[in-house]
């Protein structure tokens, strides 16, 4: 079993939430949206990604 220490580590390394839905918005804008079509709406994105609205927000913010 790990110690907590451990669990502490791992946590410290992976990057905040919102900074893994802005790779992943831009991965759904590269891949699904072309220059004539827009993003789903932050509701959709919430539902796609499994993330708060609070999350998709500071996502769209830093993009």
């Known amino acids: 079993m790990e110690k907590s220490s451990d669990v502490r580590r ?18 759904l804008a590269r891949t699904q949206c ?6 789903p709406s932050e509701e959709e994105l919430c539902r796609l990604l499994g993330v708060s609205r609070a999350t998709v927000r500071e996502a769209l913010s830093i993009l």
């Open 34 to 39: 072309g220059p004539d079509r827009r993003l």
């Open 10 to 27: 791992v946590r410290e390394q992976r990057e905040p939430l919102y900074v893994e839905v802005k790779e992943a918005i831009l991965e």
